[in-house]
Structures are given as structure tokens and as C-alpha cells.
């Protein structure tokens, strides 16, 4: 199951980090949070020796650079890719309703399945992010 990611620091309430598969595949999610691969690389294959999890900031009432400070990208230790709170609960919107609309169509059960279990993580992701930095 998805489960936010703790921050760095005790004081960061203002933010929550979630990995970037949280927010659905790179087809639907990638105007947001970019490539699925890390930002000093050229493509997926590139570097393998400096792959690290891609973790999304949401963050909230923070200036951006504040953001950038406390979550650092760093060639083979950190990548992080930074989302304004609006933005974000925009998207979750925006994307359970596109995976959700598959129920109302002549689809094989496997592919409404599929569906069906990207809605419940986005939903989920929604969820911690409005309970970790309020509505």
C-alpha cells in the first residue's frame, strides 16, 4: 500500500513526500512530475550506478527555493520533483476522473480492474496529502 513518506526534518509540516509512481504512470503523470527516470540522467538506462528513488515534494504556504533547500537534488543520493499543493490536488482530481471513466465503458474487466486499482492509489495519495496539509 502507498504510504507518505516521512520528511527530513520534524518541522516541515508543510510538506509531504510521496514516490513519483504515486501519482500514476509517466503517460499520465509526466507534464507534472517529469521523466521516470532521474534528472541527471539522459534516459532510463543512462547511469545505473547513480539510480535513486524519485520522491515528489507537495509543499504549501513555502516559496519554492524554501522547498529546493530542504529537499536537495543530489546526483546519486536524492531526486526530488516539487509540486505546489493546488497543482497537486488538481491533478489527483484530474486523474481519477480520467481512470474512473473507464467504468462506464464496453472495457475487458482486466483493464477496468487496472483502472479501478490506479483510482484507488491516486485516491489514497490525495488523501494523505489533504490529511498531511489540510484542505
Known amino acids: 500500500m502507498i504510504a507518505a513518506r516521512p ?18 504512470p509517466p503517460s499520465m503523470s509526466g507534464q507534472l512530475v517529469g521523466e521516470p527516470w532521474n534528472q541527471w540522467q539522459a534516459g532510463p538506462h543512462d547511469l545505473p550506478e547513480y539510480n535513486v528513488d524519485i520522491k515528489v515534494v507537495i509543499y504549501r504556504g513555502l516559496d519554492l527555493a524554501e522547498v529546493k533547500r530542504r529537499y536537495p537534488i543530489v546526483r546519486g543520493r536524492s531526486d526530488y520533483r516539487y509540486v505546489e499543493y493546488t497543482r497537486a490536488i488538481e491533478f489527483f482530481e484530474k486523474s481519477i476522473k480520467e481512470a474512473e471513466s473507464y467504468k462506464d465503458g464496453d472495457w475487458d474487466p482486466s483493464v477496468v480492474n487496472a483502472f479501478e486499482e490506479l483510482a484507488a492509489q491516486l485516491k489514497h495519495a490525495r488523501s494523505v496529502t489533504i490529511q498531511t496539509l489540510g484542505a
Open 7 to 24: 520528511s527530513p526534518c520534524s518541522p516541515c509540516a508543510n510538506t509531504v513526500v510521496l514516490p513519483q509512481g504515486d501519482f500514476g
